[in-house]
């Protein structure tokens, strides 16, 4: 049985997952109600579990406080509990640590083409076949996402969308636009799988640090 979030740890997950986000940002990501969503930023302001600051000009964004942060993991563990789905995410996430080694590859391989004198040169994508080799390999691991997050989706529905999201940036990049594989301010491949992670490490209380 799939067990649906309540709405203030989605809120605080949201700010988790993004890192940076406005509010209309925070409640896109799990399709929250704008309004509702502001409320629940606000009263998690008094509780002095996010924090908004000012960026550039006007605009700005919401950040979790480290005792907020502490706060989404107590919500994440007691629900996980309730899920009775700790085994079956710990599984997944053992499954997924290796194809993060292969995304990470790929996104390197995306940025940089070593060329004579100079293994660390920037891709300039003037080399189709190299490029292709790694929308091949992005490719793979879109597949092997599918099962992964099915699983997660099967226990915890705050999931749902991973696989949707990374396979619509790997169209936009196939198609030729190269932002779509590793831009942090589109919804890249890279992006989508970072994100991927975090909610992985904070679901189970791991710490990024301390993790492959």
Wanted: net charge negative; with cysteine; glycine share 8%.
């Amino acid at each position: 049985m799939t067990l649906d979030s309540p709405l203030g740890l989605l809120v605080l997950h949201a700010v988790r997952i993004t890192g940076y986000a406005d509010t209309p940002a925070v409640a896109h990501r799990y399709g929250l109600d704008a309004a509702e969503t502001k409320e629940v930023l606000l009263d998690a302001q008094a509780y002095g579990w996010v924090q908004h600051t000012v960026a550039f000009g006007d605009t700005g964004g919401w950040s979790l406080t480290e005792r907020g942060k502490a706060e989404n993991e107590r919500l994440l563990a007691a629900e996980l509990a309730r899920a009775g789905a700790a085994d079956e995410v710990r599984d997944v996430y053992r499954a997924f640590l290796p194809l993060n080694a292969l995304l990470l590859r790929a996104c390197t391989d995306w940025q940089l083409r070593p060329a004579d004198g100079d293994r660390l040169a920037v891709n300039d994508h003037s080399d189709p076949d190299w490029d292709a080799r790694v929308l091949t390999e992005l490719a793979g691991l879109d597949q092997a996402l599918k099962p992964l997050t099915g699983r997660l989706e099967s226990v915890l529905a705050r999931f749902r969308g991973y696989d949707t999201r990374f396979t619509a940036a790997l169209a936009r990049a196939r198609s030729g636009d190269a932002a779509w594989v590793d831009r942090t301010d589109v919804d890249s491949c890279h992006r989508v799988w970072f994100e991927l992670h975090e909610d992985l490490l904070a679901t189970l209380g791991l710490d990024r640090h301390g993790q492959p």
